[in-house]
């Protein structure tokens, strides 16, 4: 079984500042896949980042980087330079690479970013 | 990119009668969807893994008799809540997936739906 922690209920950011939103997870596969979603309150779900459990480096998509510290269980989200569209919910997810992209998700994080 | 189309995105109905909710993949075939629960403030839980043309697989806690999952084809599939319930007021959201399931390979999800019951 899997299961992903996220421990910040609601997070405040001020506009153009970074944040990072902690990810951990807990899974006895040896390959698996780490994705984070942004929900915004419309409710559909945003893809955002993937990480692969054996990709050597730390996953970055635009102003989105995760940091993969992997003998923590670790991957916390990265925003750089906050915008006020990033105001939303933030779900990290785990999927084993054998359970046919099947996620567990996180309790989620609400970003808010401060004008 | 690939877009699904999940509908109706809000419904209200009366105790009793029952709800369906499509999801349809618009330009690529689903070989398996997954469909979602969400209640306010909370995250998402699977309900169950729709394969086409096969049964359901249902996960634990979830009433496969009153959350009926129908995969008729590679582009549709259909969640019918029946005989619904003011505790069965929640967003459901579908997802699906193409092809080989390769670990990068993302999921794509509707926009959901918001079902009341009065």
């Known amino acids: 079984a899997q299961k992903i922690t996220q421990t910040q209920p609601g997070m405040f950011v001020q506009e153009k500042e970074a944040v990072t939103l902690d990810c951990t997870y807990d899974?006895?596969?040896?390959?698996?896949?780490l994705f984070w979603y942004k929900q915004p309150s419309s409710g559909e779900m945003i893809f955002l980042i993937y990480?692969?459990?054996?990709?050597?480096q730390n996953a970055t998509e635009g102003r989105y980087s995760l940091n993969f510290q992997k003998a923590r269980k670790s991957a916390n989200l990265v925003i750089s330079a906050s915008q006020l569209g990033d105001s939303a919910m933030y779900f990290c997810?785990?999927?084993?690479?054998?359970?046919?992209?099947?996620?567990?998700f996180g309790g989620g994080t609400r970003l808010m970013v401060k004008p | 990119g690939a877009v699904v189309s999940q509908h109706p995105s809000r419904v209200i109905c009366k105790s009793g009668t029952s709800v369906k909710i499509e999801c349809r993949s618009l330009d690529f075939q689903a070989t398996t969807m997954f469909w979602y629960r969400q209640f306010p403030k909370q995250s998402l839980m699977l309900m169950a893994t729709?394969?086409?043309?096969?049964?359901?697989?249902?996960e634990q806690g979830v009433e496969k008799d009153k959350f009926l999952i129908n995969h008729a084809s590679l582009t549709l599939s259909t969640l019918t809540v029946t005989s619904a319930h003011p505790e069965d007021s929640s967003f459901y959201i579908c997802s699906a997936r193409t092809g080989v399931p390769t670990g990068a390979n993302v999921l794509t999800f509707g926009a959901g739906s918001r079902l009341t019951v009065l």
């Open positions: 997810a785990i999927s084993p690479h054998n359970a046919g992209n099947m996620l567990t």
């Open positions: 729709s394969n086409e043309g096969s049964k359901a697989t249902y």
């Open positions: 899974t006895s596969d040896p390959s698996y896949g």
């Open positions: 990480q692969g459990s054996y990709d050597q």
